[in-house]
């Protein structure tokens, strides 16, 4: 199995920053993408950040130019640091991670960490 652990989250005022990070671990082989998600309480989960194992990124347009996203794979760890928050970025932020463990193919989620922007 493979098991996501995440931090970085907490509470910050408008303007501020916050760098999470994911760690995976477990029997992997290879992890192929990973990507950190957000939910807002009453909306739907959405896609913030990707980066492949080569390490081309792709951002939502709505955090473009303020959040960074890299990984080291030598750690299998993805970080997402996000400048000049918003208060309308308050979420649970959920890092994904796909790839390849012993039993397969896995497509993981993390347990999620509050990020609250304060205004």
């Known amino acids: 199995q493979v098991q996501l652990v995440e931090s970085g989250g907490g509470l910050v005022q408008a303007g501020e920053s916050l760098r999470l990070s994911c760690a995976a671990s477990?029997?992997?082989?290879?992890?192929?993408?990973m990507a950190w998600h957000r939910q807002a309480p009453g909306d739907q989960r959405e896609l913030v950040a990707t980066i492949t194992r080569s390490v081309t990124t792709n951002y939502a347009d709505s955090v473009k130019g303020r959040f960074t996203i890299s990984r080291d794979n030598a750690k299998n760890t993805v970080y997402l640091a996000m400048n000049r928050l918003k208060p309308g970025e308050t979420a649970v932020y959920y890092c994904?991670?796909?790839?390849?463990?012993?039993?397969?193919?896995?497509?993981?989620w993390g347990q999620g960490t509050q990020v609250t922007v304060s205004s």
């Open positions: 477990g029997s992997i082989r290879s992890i192929n993408d």
């Open positions: 994904n991670v796909k790839g390849w463990y012993s039993a397969g193919f896995i497509d993981a």
